[in-house]
């Protein structure tokens, strides 16, 4: 049987309770190339995203973000993460993105994005997760019902 010490409150507990194991600091996660990777999901869109140190590039499925994602407001979504923690300019992103449409694309781009950047220096966690970027956003798509026109429509009723 382990050595069980009884506990006279939180002040005791706090004694026994290891402040090194609490606030040792997160390794980086980079590969042989000096990239980091992250895993983003919206909707039905699944986004494999690395970031590595450069010039501010964004590739999505081997085109430019421009060309991929036309409407400004796509990219906006993309670049939030780098505007919140200050890095603009100075990460390269190479993503590979499948499912859904171009705004859950987007949105799981930036979720890999923030992922990646947690991987790579683990410091600007508490910026990308106050922001909710790290937040899987868990909305999909109702399924359709039998007897339903969509998900929740009725078909058009009629009296004759």
């Known amino acids: 049987m382990a050595d069980v010490t009884e506990v ?3 002040d005791a507990l706090q004694e026994i309770a290891t402040p090194e194991a ?6 980086p996660k980079r590969d042989a190339q000096g990239r980091s990777y992250g895993t983003g999901r919206r909707k039905d869109a699944v986004a494999r995203v ?16 421009e060309v991929y994602f036309a409407r400004p407001v796509l990219r906006l979504v993309i670049a939030q993460p780098f505007k919140e923690t200050g ?5 390269d992103v190479v993503a590979t993105v499948t499912g859904g449409g ?13 992922r990646a950047l947690v991987a790579y220096e683990p410091e600007l966690r ?20 039998y007897g339903r026109a969509k998900a929740r429509r009725s078909f058009q009723f009629s009296k004759r």
């Open 22 to 27: 609490a606030a040792a600091p997160v390794e």
């Open 8 to 10: 006279q409150g939180l």
């Open 126 to 145: 508490p910026a990308l997760k106050r922001n909710g970027f790290l937040t899987r956003d868990a909305r999909t798509v109702e399924r359709k019902k």
């Open 102 to 114: 171009l705004s859950g694309q987007a949105g799981a781009v930036r979720h890999g994005i923030s």
């Open 87 to 91: 890095r603009e300019g100075e990460f």
């Open 50 to 65: 690395w970031v590595k140190p450069g010039t501010g590039k964004i590739t999505v499925n081997g085109r430019d973000q």
